[in-house]
């Protein structure tokens, strides 16, 4: 990735997280895709895939590959179920404060990651660290 192309990633999540407010769903998953005219400047409402699908937005616009990561990870004794973006092995997830590669997150299980296009298939995740 070059200097440029990770500043842009960047400006993408500060832009979204700065306008997002996390929401937990209640009971259904139910996912969505970000108003039409989205820039990144509106407020969004939601958990960790409507901050997805507003970084995924941005991502595309700018030409920028990327795909979506489920997982899971534990937190007081539960386990929960996590969505993030990736882009060349860097991570955009609502619970950081900044981009990250997937190298230095530990307390996720990765398990299945999406295509680059809409529609393409989710492959499972083989986790060699176990």
């Not at 842009?8 to 009971?27: M, P, Q, Y």
């Amino acid at each position: 990735m070059t200097e440029g192309q990770r500043a842009k990633l960047n400006r993408i999540f500060r832009l979204v997280k700065t306008n997002f407010v996390f929401a937990e769903d209640r009971g259904l998953d139910n996912w969505q895709m970000p108003p039409e005219g989205y820039n990144g400047k509106q407020l969004i409402t939601d958990d960790c895939d409507g901050f997805c699908l507003a970084c995924r937005r941005l991502l595309r616009e700018a030409n920028i590959r990327n795909r979506l990561v489920y997982c899971e990870m534990k937190e007081r004794g539960k386990t929960y179920g996590h969505l993030v973006v990736e882009v060349e092995g860097w991570i955009l997830d609502n619970r950081r404060d900044h981009v990250i590669p997937n190298s230095r997150i530990y307390d996720y299980q990765w398990l299945r990651i999406s295509g680059y296009e809409p529609g393409d298939s989710w492959r499972e995740i083989v986790d060699h660290r176990s």
